[in-house]
């Protein structure tokens, strides 16, 4: 499909789902979704005939400081396509129902993006520290304002 | 520098000519140091992009082999020198200190571009990063870039052997020491 078809087909879908009026700069189509809208929206994401989106490539987080945003990139092999989903989350307690059930790669990628973001996926298998070592649980070092005056040098 | 690396990079001794032959007069430590300096041994270890080039090196288009580096070994105790090729994050420090310990000796290490020497790009704003691997372990030749162009590589290997042969290696120096 087309990103126009996507477009069209994901409105009639989901008409609470918002598009971003520019084409990003890999051509791909991005969609803001409510938070909590976004497992239901990911299911027929990945189960619509006509959309398939059977691999979730990307899954990372923004810090805006004033809010995070979840990222979601998801291709079809079958359809040749692309979206990318974006999910605004409150920063002081950012929370979102875990994917992994759908893509069973979210498992890991939504790991790392907890241990460095401090994101909650609720419902997740195996919540704890994907890369970083012992002792780092709760840090989120990837936020904005994460102060480390041991290993870091503040420009 | 030149001047005084310069007849260190021939066969250290001198030619008494005798009827009927020759006698080479030498320094057994000078002939060691000679020996050893050509033929260094690489651990095989890359954290980063600088492993790229340093394979590069490795390859048929530069070859370091040229130089006798060619026995790239996968473990430390059987490596001379190990090239510290890339970013050294906190996690990995244990580990390379724990491959330098397993070296036998005598051994040696250059650390190759701007992460191995100082953190480089990563040395601000960072809470995984080494500023530079010589707080891990101690560092013979250092070698700029990021990363390095394999004549900088080639350069500086080139750079350790001349430092063998002169017995000024940091190891060497410190058996010189300890000897006294």
Request: overall charge negative.
């Amino acid at each position: 499909m087309t990103n126009e078809e996507l477009k069209t087909g994901i409105t009639e879908l989901q008409p609470s789902v918002v598009f971003d009026e520019a084409i990003d700069a890999n051509g791909w189509l991005t969609a803001n979704v409510e938070s909590t809208a976004w497992l239901g929206f990911a299911e027929q994401l990945r189960n619509r005939p006509e959309l398939q989106f059977n691999f979730l490539f990307c899954a990372t987080c923004v810090d805006w400081k004033t809010h995070l945003t979840m990222v979601y990139h998801l291709r079809s092999t079958i359809h040749k396509h692309e979206l990318v989903v974006k999910a605004k989350l409150d920063r002081t307690n950012p929370e979102i129902e875990t994917v992994s059930g759908i893509w069973r790669g979210a498992e890991f990628l939504e790991r790392e993006v907890f241990e460095l973001f401090g994101v909650k996926f609720l419902n997740h298998p195996d919540l704890r520290l994907l890369i970083l070592p012992d002792g780092w649980e709760g840090k989120k070092p990837l936020l904005k304002d994460f102060e480390d005056p041991i290993n870091m040098i503040r420009l | 520098m030149t001047t005084q690396q310069q007849p260190v990079s021939d066969f250290p001794g001198e030619i008494h000519d005798t009827p009927g032959g020759g006698i080479v007069l030498s320094k057994l430590d000078d002939v060691i140091n000679w020996a050893r300096s050509n033929s260094l041994w690489p651990l095989t270890f890359a954290t980063s992009c600088c492993g790229i080039e340093m394979m590069s090196t490795a390859g048929a288009k530069y070859d370091f082999s040229r130089f006798g580096f060619e026995v790239a070994r996968a473990t430390p105790r059987q490596a001379d020198v190990i090239i510290i090729a890339g970013t050294i994050v906190n996690k990995m420090a244990p580990v390379l200190k724990r491959l330098y310990d397993q070296m036998a000796d005598p051994k040696y290490v250059i650390a190759m571009g701007a992460c191995a020497i100082s953190g480089g790009p990563f040395f601000y704003n960072t809470y995984s990063v080494v500023k530079g691997a010589d707080h891990v372990i101690p560092v013979d030749v250092y070698v700029a870039g990021c990363p390095p162009r394999p004549e900088a590589l080639l350069h500086s290997l080139i750079t350790l052997q001349q430092k063998i042969k002169s017995g000024l290696t940091r190891e060497q120096i410190r058996e010189g020491k300890e000897a006294i």
